[in-house]
């Protein structure tokens, strides 16, 4: 490669683009203040040409020449460049004046590294002034790119923010991009909790089932849990805010010295699937409930007295259940003296519902 010290001036339209060089766009407003520039000033940088006029370096400028309908343009000459050397120019004024996107840095350095030219990472970021693991992240880029097809939706930097899970996974995440369901500043966040999520969870967050804020909560909640809040939260038996007050309850009793008995854990929860059962059946009939009333097969009065009725139903069904709970092991765990205060609620208990017994409507036959 021969480097001319002369700068000549030309006639504009003697000039070619090179069609093989790394940009691919050229930006109208990018172009239009080179013109303006030019307008002003003139063009103060040359631009460089091989021995047929085919620009190597410079298009934008020229572009903007153009624009600004100037007649000439300063020009050096480079005679004898190599199409890797010609790439490497290309590449290097590129980077640091006029930014490439991200999909066309990667595939510029990629054909600079592919030449051959250069032994090792290293020795090309010295050449283009990058940092190693950069021009290793660009390689590593390509490379999963061509291999997996995905396009210029996806940023270099958000394929190599996938690196670390396997393949199917990366890929999987990397479709949520391109789809807009993921953010591209959500991915490394949504990597750390795919890593960390256990089966179920990840399976579901990729079924889009749930998004990628909450699937990163309930991973949160999952590894704080004890093991039978685990599995209530995976089966999702648990909603995650019922799950989120249980795990900052047990670590509070904790704080305070307190040592959590697994088997009252266990019963604390199945306490809370219990309580998310009934609160989801009471939005189903809060919503079954709704249709009669805009359909008009019920008046909204009529409504809220059923509703109310299936309310108390279940609260006297649920009182029942825990009372049925209490027996000689309960009396075992809480203690004799514990036991003792208890029966007189339990007398005040019986009393009254007798009381209700003799003064309510019974069905025929009771």
Known sequence: MKISKTILEVPVDTLKPDRQQPRKTFPEEEVAGIAQTIKAQGTINAIEVDENDVIITGEIRWRGAKKAGVKTVPIRRILNITPEERLERQLIENLHHTPLNSVERENAIYKLWKTGRYKTHRELAQVLGYKEETIRDYIEAKEFRDETAFGAKVSTRVITSTRGLPKEEREQVLKKVEKGAVRPEQVREVVKTIKQAPEPIKE???KGEIPAGKAKKVVEIYKK???????AIIKEEVKPERAEAAVKLYEELERSGTELDE?????????LKKETRMEEAQAKIQRETSKEVLSGKKEAFDTMIMERGRIFVREVKDVAWKVKGWGIPTMMRVGAESWIEAQKYFKQIRDHMDLLLRSSPTEKGD
């Not at 849990?225 to 599995?231: H, I, R, S």
């Not at 088997?263 to 306490?271: K, L």
């Open 204 to 206: 579901k967050f990729f």
């Open 225 to 231: 849990a004890p093991k039978p809040l685990k599995q």
């Open 263 to 271: 088997t009252r854990v266990a019963q604390h929860v199945e306490q």
